[in-house]
Structures are given as C-alpha cells and as structure tokens.
C-alpha cells in the first residue's frame, strides 16, 4: 500500500511533536516557572479554585507558532 507510507511518517512527526510538547510542560513548570507567571488568572475563595493561565498560554502559541513556521517552510 504505497499510498500509506505519508500518512505513516506523517504520524511519526506529530507523535515526536506531542513528545517534544509534553517535556516541554513538563520540564517547564520546574525550570522556566510556567503556570505561575504574571498575568495568570488564579482565584481561590473557600474550596472553589479557578486557575486559568492567561501568560503562559500567549507564551506557549508563540513558540509554537514560530516553531510550526520554521518547520513548514522549504
């Protein structure tokens, strides 16, 4: 089936892309302190919490976002 091979590597990249993603939270919380930054949302009254991170989010779409666009173009 040779109209699979794309579609095969094409799964390979956006799994090593969510891999990539998840280090990135994942060390990024302990190293670069995101989800604690100025500008995210954290409201805690009583045993009702609200977290919703503003900052960080603007700051994770622009990497990928430049990353995304670094890779695309050939």
Request: aromatic content about 16%; cysteine-free; charged content about 10%.
């Amino acid at each position: 089936m040779p109209g699979f091979d794309g579609f095969g590597k094409m799964l390979v990249v956006f799994g090593l892309i969510l891999v990539a993603a998840g280090l990135f939270i994942w060390l990024g919380g302990q190293w670069f302190n995101l989800g604690r930054l100025p500008g995210d949302i954290y409201v805690k009254r009583g045993n009702f919490t609200f977290y919703f991170p503003l900052v960080t989010s603007i700051i994770v779409s622009l990497l990928l976002t430049v990353i995304l666009n670094l890779l695309s173009r050939r």
